[in-house]
């Protein structure tokens, strides 16, 4: 076993954070809008300590068809340009909501009506917003 003092010692790895250049941010945005997703806003969290995650994107579709088909191609543009597969996502039976976790990232794919009850923006007010077309 090494002392303590060995182990505080050693090298502390840095946390990668993402960007609004980073490649997967520019690849579920594009995804997203390649399939006519709509009201798309990116929320950076990065300097909110409670969040977990350092973006989230947010954008809406008229139809549970619409909702599957983003989300299906966001998962497979992010897999095929970033060799990234989602840590986690849900709602892909019901399609009002989807959510789909990179870690860093998390997509929230969701109809309308669902968007006004929920209104994650303004959960998140403190984070800049910014549109995407």
């Not at 998390?106 to 403190?126: A, C, G, T």
């Amino acid at each position: 076993m090494e002392p303590l003092s060995v182990l505080s010692s050693r090298e502390k790895k840095a946390v990668t954070r993402l960007t609004r250049n980073s490649k997967i941010f520019k690849t579920v945005i594009q995804a997203i809008l390649d399939k006519k997703g709509e009201h798309v806003i990116s929320l950076d969290l990065r300097k909110i300590p409670e969040a977990s995650a350092d973006f989230f994107v947010v954008c809406e579709a008229s139809s549970t068809t619409q909702i599957k088909a983003i989300s299906d191609f966001i998962e497979a543009e992010v897999k095929r340009v970033c060799d990234e597969a989602p840590y986690k996502h849900e709602g892909k039976q019901a399609a009002q909501w989807v959510l789909i976790d990179y870690i860093n990232i998390v997509i929230h794919v969701m109809h309308p009506e669902s968007r006004r009850f929920y209104k994650l923006e303004d959960m998140w007010s403190d984070a800049v917003a910014q549109g995407h077309e």
